[in-house]
T-cell receptor, first 114, second 112 residues
Framework: EAGVAQSPRYKIIEKRQSVAFWCNPI?????LYWYQQILGQGPKLLIQ????????DSQLPKDRFSAERLKGVDSTLKIQPAKLEDSAVYLC????????????FGDGTRLSIL | QKEVEQDPGPLSVPEGAIVSLNCTYS??????FMWYRQYSRKGPELLMY????GNKEDGRFTAQVDKSSKYISLFIRDSQPSDSATYLC????????????FGKGTLLTVNP
C-alpha cells in the first residue's frame, strides 16, 4: 500500500511571498488532515477534511492560509502572504474513516521563510 | 494548563537499557491514548494505541495508562540504536472529530 505522498519536500521563500503544498492521501482514505509542526513541538492540526468537506478548521489562520480538497482525493494547502513564524514542517495525514481512526502521515514539507 | 504535557527530554541511554517516556493530560474524559514515533525528517508513525486504563504490550514496547492520575507511559525494553527517534504521545480529544492533541515529543537517543 502506497503511503501519503507530499510535495515538495523542501521550500524556501521570502516573507510576504506565497507558497503551496500538495498532498495525495492513501487510496480510499476519506479523511485528510493538514498539520503544522514547529521545531521542537508536536504537530498541530490546521484543517480536517471528510471527503471534500471541511470538518474542522478552527486553528487555521484564515487570513493567510487556505486549503482545498477537490473531488475528495488530493489536497493543497496555501499560504499567502507568508510570515516568518510560518517556518515549520507541514504534514499531511489521512485516515480510513471519520472518528477515532489511526492517522497515517506523509513525510511533510519543510518550509523556511527568509 | 495544557491538555497534554510531555517530558521534553532529550533522553540518552545505552543500548539495552529500559526507557520510560511519559505524558500527563488534563481532561478526564479522554479515553484513547496513542504513541507515535517520528524519525528525523520523517512523518510520525503510529506505534501503540490503547483504550482505558491498564497495560498493552507489543514486542519490546509497553503502553501504560493510569486514568486516576491522568498519566500515560511508554516503556521500551532492550532498547536498540534503531529506537532513536522522537516519541510523541497523542490523545483524541472530545467533540465529534476526535481531533488529536499531541505532546511536544521526547527525543530519544540509544547509544551503541
Amino acid at each position: 500500500e502506497a503511503g501519503v505522498a507530499q510535495s515538495p519536500r523542501y521550500k524556501i521563500i521570502e516573507k510576504r511571498q506565497s507558497v503551496a503544498f500538495w498532498c495525495n492521501p492513501i487510496s480510499g482514505h476519506a479523511t485528510l488532515y493538514w498539520y503544522q509542526q514547529i521545531l521542537g513541538q508536536g504537530p498541530k492540526l490546521l484543517i480536517q477534511f471528510q471527503n471534500n468537506g471541511v470538518v474542522d478548521d478552527s486553528q487555521l489562520p484564515k487570513d493567510r492560509f487556505s486549503a482545498e480538497r477537490l473531488k475528495g482525493v488530493d489536497s493543497t494547502l496555501k499560504i499567502q502572504p507568508a510570515k516568518l513564524e510560518d517556518s515549520a514542517v507541514y504534514l499531511c495525514a489521512s485516515s480510513l474513516g471519520y472518528g477515532n481512526q489511526p492517522q497515517h502521515f506523509g513525510d511533510g514539507t519543510r518550509l523556511s521563510i527568509l | 494548563q495544557k491538555e497534554v504535557e510531555q517530558d521534553p527530554g532529550p533522553l540518552s541511554v545505552p543500548e539495552g537499557a529500559i526507557v520510560s517516556l511519559n505524558c500527563t493530560y488534563s481532561n478526564s474524559a479522554f479515553q484513547y491514548f496513542m504513541w507515535y514515533r517520528q524519525y528525523s525528517r520523517k512523518g510520525p508513525e503510529l506505534l501503540m494505541y490503547t483504550y482505558s486504563s491498564g497495560n498493552k504490550e507489543d514486542g519490546r514496547f509497553t503502553a501504560q495508562v493510569d486514568k486516576s492520575s491522568k498519566y500515560i507511559s511508554l516503556f521500551i525494553r532492550d532498547s536498540q540504536p534503531s529506537d532513536s527517534a522522537t516519541y510523541l504521545c497523542a490523545i483524541p480529544g472530545g467533540g465529534s472529530n476526535y481531533k488529536l492533541t499531541f505532546g511536544k515529543g521526547t527525543l530519544l537517543t540509544v547509544n551503541p
